[in-house]
C-alpha cells in the first residue's frame, strides 16, 4: 500500500455497519490517516454511527450515491485517494428477494461506477497501480455448503437469491479490472459479521432488541441453518493486514471460524440476555418462533482462512462467546441511551 506521512482512504459505505466499524478502526490505529466516507445514507448508513469521529479533522463525510457518476469521479479527483474500500452494498437477502432491482445497481453498477472512476484517476496521475482498490464481497456468492467441507478463494461462484448474485457480479468487475486494465485490485469475502453498530434486521441485534420488548424471535425454517461468525473488529484488522500486504489480482477469504446454527445462536442470545437483564417473568427463549423458511435458504456457509493466515499473518482474535456478549452489552447499553434521550 502506498505509504507516507498522510495516507487518504476513501471508504464507500463508510455510514453502514462494517463501514463505520472500520472508519472507527482507521483513525484509532493510524494517526496519519486521513478518512472520507462517501455513503448514500439509506435506511442503513447511520450518521449516529460515525458520531464519535464527526469532529475529528481527519474525517469527512460525502453523501452520495455510487450510481452517480459526475459526483463519484468529482469526489475522487478532489479527495485523491491512495486507497479505496469498497464496502457499499444492498446487503439483506430478505430484501432482495422483495425487490432485486436496487441490488442490481448499487451492488453492479454502483462498483463498476467507483472501479471505472479509481481507473480514470489512476490514468489521469500517469500510473494505473496509484490507487489500490479493496472490494469487501461475501461468503454467499459461493452458494451453499453441505454438513461439511470449507469455501476457499477457487470455490465456483453459485449464488442462489439476488442479493448474493448481485455481489458476484460485482466480484467478477472488480477481477476484470485487475486483468483488463492493471487495476491493483484486491477481493476480499467474509463470513456473517457481528457486533456494534449493526442494523437491526440482521438476526443478533433483531433478536436482542425483539427480546428486550418481549416481541417474537423469528427462526426460520427448523433453525438448522449454520454460519460461521466473524467479530467486525477482527474484520476490520484483516482488510487493513490485506490493504498491506495483499496481492493485486489475489481474492481472500475472512471467517471467524465460529460456525452455529441459527436456532443455537438465539438459544445463546437469550441465556445472556437472562443472566445481564432477565424478564420480569419467565425466560427469553420462550419467545422464539418458529417461521416458514427462507425461498432457497442456503444450509451452510464455512470458510477456508489458509490463505490469510499464511500470506498475511492474520487469524481472529475474538472468540464467539465473547464477541457475542460484547455484542449484547453494546445493543442494552444503546437501548439505555436511547431511553435516556426520550426521557
Same mark, same amino acid.
Given at each position: 500500500m502506498p505509504r507516507g506521512p498522510t495516507q487518504t482512504f476513501l471508504i464507500t459505505g463508510g455510514a453502514g455497519f462494517i463501514g463505520s466499524n472500520l472508519v472507527h478502526h482507521l483513525l484509532s490505529e493510524r494517526p496519519g490517516a486521513r478518512v472520507v466516507v462517501f455513503d448514500k445514507l439509506t435506511y442503513a448508513g447511520n450518521l449516529d454511527n460515525l458520531e464519535p469521529v464527526s469532529k475529528d479533522p481527519r474525517f469527512e463525510l460525502v453523501q452520495g450515491d455510487l450510481?452517480?457518476?459526475?459526483?463519484?469521479? !468529482?469526489t475522487l479527483r478532489r479527495v485523491r485517494p491512495d486507497v479505496i474500500l469498497n464496502l457499499a452494498a444492498e446487503s439483506h437477502v430478505d430484501r432482495s428477494i422483495d425487490g432485486p432491482a436496487v441490488?442490481?445497481?448499487?451492488n453492479v453498477i454502483g462498483t463498476f461506477e467507483l472501479l471505472d472512476a479509481a481507473l480514470h484517476l489512476a490514468r489521469e496521475a500517469g500510473n494505473v497501480a496509484s490507487v489500490r482498490f479493496l472490494h469487501v464481497s461475501t461468503d454467499e456468492v459461493f452458494g451453499s455448503?453441505?454438513?461439511?467441507?470449507?469455501?476457499?478463494?477457487?470455490?465456483q461462484y453459485q449464488p442462489n437469491s439476488p442479493y448474493s448474485a448481485s455481489? !458476484?457480479?460485482a466480484d467478477h468487475i472488480a477481477r476484470a479490472y485487475f486483468h483488463t486494465y492493471g487495476l491493483p485490485v484486491v477481493t476480499t469475502n467474509?463470513?456473517?459479521n457481528y457486533g456494534p453498530y449493526q442494523f437491526p434486521e440482521k438476526l443478533i441485534p433483531l433478536v436482542t432488541l425483539n427480546a428486550l420488548e418481549g416481541k417474537a424471535l423469528p427462526v426460520y425454517g427448523d433453525g438448522k441453518n449454520v454460519r460461521d461468525w466473524l467479530w467486525v473488529e477482527d474484520h476490520c484488522r484483516?482488510?487493513?493486514a490485506v490493504l498491506d500486504k495483499g496481492r493485486p489480482g489475489r481474492t481472500y477469504n475472512i471467517g471467524g471460524g465460529a460456525e452455529r446454527d441459527n436456532l443455537s445462536l438465539v438459544r445463546q442470545v437469550c441465556r445472556l440476555l437472562d443472566r445481564m437483564k432477565p424478564r420480569s417473568a419467565g425466560r427469553y427463549e420462550e419467545l422464539i418462533t418458529f417461521v416458514p423458511d427462507r425461498p432457497g435458504h442456503d444450509l451452510?456457509?464455512?470458510m477456508d482462512t489458509t490463505r490469510i493466515c499464511a500470506e498475511i499473518g492474520w487469524s481472529p482474535v475474538i472468540g464467539f462467546d465473547d464477541g457475542l456478549e460484547r455484542t449484547v452489552a453494546w445493543y442494552l447499553q444503546a437501548t439505555g441511551r436511547s431511553a435516556a434521550r426520550v426521557g
Amino acid at each position: 500500500m502506498p505509504r507516507g506521512p498522510t495516507q487518504t482512504f476513501l471508504i464507500t459505505g463508510g455510514a453502514g455497519f462494517i463501514g463505520s466499524n472500520l472508519v472507527h478502526h482507521l483513525l484509532s490505529e493510524r494517526p496519519g490517516a486521513r478518512v472520507v466516507v462517501f455513503d448514500k445514507l439509506t435506511y442503513a448508513g447511520n450518521l449516529d454511527n460515525l458520531e464519535p469521529v464527526s469532529k475529528d479533522p481527519r474525517f469527512e463525510l460525502v453523501q452520495g450515491d455510487l450510481c452517480d457518476r459526475e459526483l463519484v469521479r !468529482a469526489t475522487l479527483r478532489r479527495v485523491r485517494p491512495d486507497v479505496i474500500l469498497n464496502l457499499a452494498a444492498e446487503s439483506h437477502v430478505d430484501r432482495s428477494i422483495d425487490g432485486p432491482a436496487v441490488f442490481m445497481q448499487t451492488n453492479v453498477i454502483g462498483t463498476f461506477e467507483l472501479l471505472d472512476a479509481a481507473l480514470h484517476l489512476a490514468r489521469e496521475a500517469g500510473n494505473v497501480a496509484s490507487v489500490r482498490f479493496l472490494h469487501v464481497s461475501t461468503d454467499e456468492v459461493f452458494g451453499s455448503l453441505g454438513p461439511t467441507g470449507l469455501f476457499t478463494e477457487s470455490s465456483q461462484y453459485q449464488p442462489n437469491s439476488p442479493y448474493s448474485a448481485s455481489k !458476484a457480479g460485482a466480484d467478477h468487475i472488480a477481477r476484470a479490472y485487475f486483468h483488463t486494465y492493471g487495476l491493483p485490485v484486491v477481493t476480499t469475502n467474509c463470513s456473517n459479521n457481528y457486533g456494534p453498530y449493526q442494523f437491526p434486521e440482521k438476526l443478533i441485534p433483531l433478536v436482542t432488541l425483539n427480546a428486550l420488548e418481549g416481541k417474537a424471535l423469528p427462526v426460520y425454517g427448523d433453525g438448522k441453518n449454520v454460519r460461521d461468525w466473524l467479530w467486525v473488529e477482527d474484520h476490520c484488522r484483516a482488510l487493513r493486514a490485506v490493504l498491506d500486504k495483499g496481492r493485486p489480482g489475489r481474492t481472500y477469504n475472512i471467517g471467524g471460524g465460529a460456525e452455529r446454527d441459527n436456532l443455537s445462536l438465539v438459544r445463546q442470545v437469550c441465556r445472556l440476555l437472562d443472566r445481564m437483564k432477565p424478564r420480569s417473568a419467565g425466560r427469553y427463549e420462550e419467545l422464539i418462533t418458529f417461521v416458514p423458511d427462507r425461498p432457497g435458504h442456503d444450509l451452510r456457509y464455512a470458510m477456508d482462512t489458509t490463505r490469510i493466515c499464511a500470506e498475511i499473518g492474520w487469524s481472529p482474535v475474538i472468540g464467539f462467546d465473547d464477541g457475542l456478549e460484547r455484542t449484547v452489552a453494546w445493543y442494552l447499553q444503546a437501548t439505555g441511551r436511547s431511553a435516556a434521550r426520550v426521557g
